[in-house]
């Protein structure tokens, strides 16, 4: 069962560590498409991220 990813900085690892081993199994346009992929999903984790801090502030402003 795959992990939820804890942290942008660990996410960062991930993605430095995907983007070397891809880099010779795809073709330029595939490797293109994967690096956008990629970049939407670190934006959405990003958001993410932001929208529970947010509401964690919220929470801690009501008690």
Known sequence: MPTC???VSDRDSQT???S???KSYYQDDQQ???MHLQA???SLLQQLENLKHQR??????KD
Do not use: H
């Open 5 to 7: 990813i804890s942290s």
């Open 16 to 18: 430095s560590w995907a």
């Open 20 to 22: 070397k081993l891809t």
């Open 32 to 34: 293109a498409k994967f």
């Open 40 to 42: 939407e999903v670190d």
């Open 56 to 61: 964690l502030a919220d929470a801690n402003q």
